[in-house]
């Protein structure tokens, strides 16, 4: 017999019981899960819900949730699945279209500076096969596209 440890025990556990469920996601469970464990513990239930599930759980939410909490659930998850991944994309979107949405931007850059702003570019470029540098250049100017470019740099 394998001998599983306490915490895998636990994983699969709540895998299970976010799993059963009419819609195949239990509301209840689901916030008790991302309320109370740590981000390895929720790595591995999106990996034994999919299986259990053959879907994720982000495609799990879209049977359940309606409106801004569908909205709110598919961001946590994304987050919670490839933090990096999302801040690419919210920076992506604080620049597509017509006008810059500044307020984003500056939040999304000056907060991930100091922490994994590295990593965010990296996947930026993977995603959308440009640099960020070379998107903000092209969607700021003056001086604070200087301060966005400075932060940007590694050990600004």
């Not at 699969?12 to 976010?18: D, I, S, V």
């Not at 979107?93 to 922490?115: F, Y």
């Not at 965010?120 to 993977?126: G, L």
């Amino acid at each position: 017999m394998v001998e599983v440890g306490v915490a895998m025990l636990h994983i699969l556990m709540t895998a299970a019981f976010l799993r059963f469920s009419e819609h195949g996601v239990n509301k209840d469970e689901v916030v008790k899960a991302f309320s109370s464990l740590s981000f390895k513990q929720l790595k591995g239930i999106f990996v034994e819900y999919y299986k259990l599930a053959e879907r994720t759980l982000g495609e799990a939410f879209d049977l359940v949730y309606k409106g801004e909490e569908k909205t709110n659930m598919h961001a946590l998850f994304q987050c919670l699945n490839n933090r990096h991944a999302y801040l690419a994309s919210a920076l992506h979107k604080a620049m597509a279209g017509p006008g810059t949405k500044d307020r984003d931007l500056i939040r999304l850059i000056v907060s991930r500076a100091e922490v994994d702003l590295l990593n965010i570019k990296e996947e930026y470029f993977k995603m959308y096969n440009k640099t960020l540098e070379s998107d903000v250049k092209g969607d700021t100017s003056g001086d604070y596209k200087k301060v966005l470019l400075t932060l940007l740099k590694p050990n600004y």
